[in-house]
């Protein structure tokens, strides 16, 4: 089995950073990426960040220029450095990997609280 586990959240005053880790363990043969998502309170699960095994980033248009997604392949790791947080980016963040071999198939972190607030 695979388990992803986040660290990292917490509360934080608006212009401030936080930075999330997710480390992962268990049987992967082949990662195709690995990745942040986030969930408000009555709204969608929406792609924050993710990041490919060939490197190639992908930023939500809201989070571009203060996130930072970034990977350590030899732990099978994943973090986001969010900096300049803003009251909208509260929400629980969950980490992702998304396998490709033997079978694709998605898997989830039990998410993270992050709350910016004053």
């Known amino acids: 089995q695979v388990q992803l586990v986040e660290s990292g959240g917490g509360l934080v005053q608006p212009g401030g950073s936080l930075r999330l880790s997710c480390a992962a363990s268990?049987?992967?043969?082949?990662?195709?990426?690995m990745g942040w998502h986030r969930q408000a309170p009555g709204k969608q699960r929406e792609l924050v960040a993710s990041?490919?095994?060939?490197?190639?980033?992908n930023y939500a248009d809201s989070v571009k220029g203060r996130f930072t997604i970034s990977r350590d392949n030899a732990k099978i790791a994943v973090y986001l450095q969010m900096n300049s947080l803003k009251p909208e980016d509260t929400a629980v963040y969950y980490c992702h990997l998304g396998s490709s071999y033997p079978f694709e198939y998605d898997y989830w972190g039990q998410g993270t609280q992050v709350t910016v607030s004053s």
């Open positions: 990041i490919t095994s060939g490197g190639s980033t």
């Open positions: 268990g049987s992967i043969f082949d990662i195709n990426d």
